[in-house]
């Protein structure tokens, strides 16, 4: 097998400091999170970024500052900008952090029920447009999959010519709305890919260890962090993504797998600027 990446989320778009108080909202915050995952094994952060006061935003000043501040700390650490935004941003608002061509970015292939009232909206048109600047700006694209027709949908734009293999994606289990978090599920998404691709597992909630552990056996990739789960184990709030992402590392070493540096993931993932 090869070596594990793992990803940390550090933040997201809807968590809050009333749910847990150390998700992070300011540059600072930020900062520290990413540097806490960074130094207990990830090679990637999953960055979505916050108004002081933690409102979801994708200001682009805002993305560059907490993009400064991540590098001052881990240099070498692989940001990867989400443009999934928050519920009832527009196509353009979204995707305007492409123009800071990060070495990677979310692609979200489909639309999703997302919790009781909230529809997170992906329609075809908003999915080329997204893949073509990625693709023109040397965005690689990590392609966002909540059930198993967004690979379908991810590999109709690959034969049109929008993504170029090998492909990356994330299969988010566990999501009201997506795909249950099972290992009947995860079976079924990764026979669902090209050969030659690689995947990551996010568990969402009390499925974020079970996914890992399952990822790892398999030999998949692995995203944890305070966007999916704020829980370091049942009842007890996790203190920061560093620590989330050291109880992934001790489970892959508990399996026999070692951890990638950022310079191996981005060899595995093909990533070269």
Do not use: W
């Amino acid at each position: 097998m090869e070596k594990l990446i793992i990803t940390a989320a550090i933040c997201g778009a809807e968590v809050t400091k009333e749910q847990n108080p150390d998700i992070p909202y300011s540059v600072e915050e930020i900062a520290r999170e990413a540097e806490s995952a960074y130094k207990a094994g990830a090679s990637i952060i999953h960055l979505h970024v916050r108004e002081e006061d933690g409102t979801p935003t994708q200001d682009i000043k805002v993305f560059k500052k907490c993009i400064t501040a991540i590098k001052e700390k881990c240099n070498d650490v692989i940001i990867q900008l989400s443009t999934g935004g928050a519920v009832g941003m527009s196509d353009d608002e979204r995707l305007d952090c492409i123009n800071l061509k990060p070495e990677m970015a979310s692609l979200d292939c489909g639309t999703l029920n997302f919790g009781l009232n909230d529809i997170f909206v992906n329609t075809e048109k908003t999915i080329n447009y997204f893949a073509k600047k990625m693709k023109e700006f040397h965005v690689k694209p990590e392609i966002e999959v909540f059930d198993k027709s967004m690979i379908d949908t991810a590999l109709r734009i690959y034969r049109e010519g929008l993504l170029e293999r090998p492909l990356q994606f994330n299969f988010v289990m566990g999501l009201r709305g997506g795909t249950s978090a099972t290992l009947r599920d995860l079976s079924f998404m990764i026979g669902s890919i090209p050969e030659g691709s690689t995947y990551t597992v996010t568990g969402v909630g009390r499925a974020q260890f079970t996914m890992a552990a399952m990822a790892i056996a398999a030999g998949g990739n692995v995203r944890v962090g305070f966007e999916d789960n704020i829980y370091i184990d049942k009842g007890i709030l996790a203190k920061s993504n560093g620590q989330m992402v050291e109880k992934v590392v001790n489970i892959a070493k508990h399996i026999g797998r070692p951890v990638a540096t950022p310079k191996e993931a981005r060899e595995i993932l093909n990533i070269y600027r």
